[in-house]
């Protein structure tokens, strides 16, 4: 069976994610392993671990969000779903999606107004642009918002399974 483009898409978007992610997880653990060694007497530890630690969390936090909401581990209230009918699931997890896009996309420009400010601040330790690290807030809503829309498009493959097998 041939995968469809929204399948091919996600399948991309879930792959550069994971990577992204990594790539932060990567910095995050030379930045705390160099503070660990640091703190245990083989050098001194330099003052910019602290900094670039938050940096690397930050951005961790703004590419997993997406991957939370398609695998469904971010906020999830399971309990009530799980009782409904399926067609009623599917209409609430599409409606959640849907309310989720829009939320990011209204929350856009004042993300990228956020990120702009950062322009005039420079990071204590690192002497960084805030820019680049304000920048974590507007990826966190691209990425949660076209996670959303992502997940809008897998539900609308699954409508007809959903409403031919509960009839």
Known sequence: ??????????????????????????????????????????FDSPVWTEELTRFALLYLTAFGVGLSLLSGDLVNVDIVCVTLPPRVQWFLQIVCAIIMALLCIFLLEPAWRFTEIGAYQTSPALGWRMTYIHASVLCLMIS???????????????????????Q
């Open 144 to 166: 949660l918002g076209i996670f959303a829309l992502a997940r809008v498009a897998s539900l609308l493959l699954e409508f007809r399974k959903v409403w031919e097998k509960n």
């Open 1 to 42: 069976m041939q995968k469809s483009i929204i399948q091919s898409f996600n399948a991309g978007l879930v792959k550069m994610t994971r990577l992204l992610v990594g790539l932060a997880f990567g910095v995050l653990i030379v930045s705390v392993t160099i503070q660990v060694l640091g703190r245990s007497g083989i």
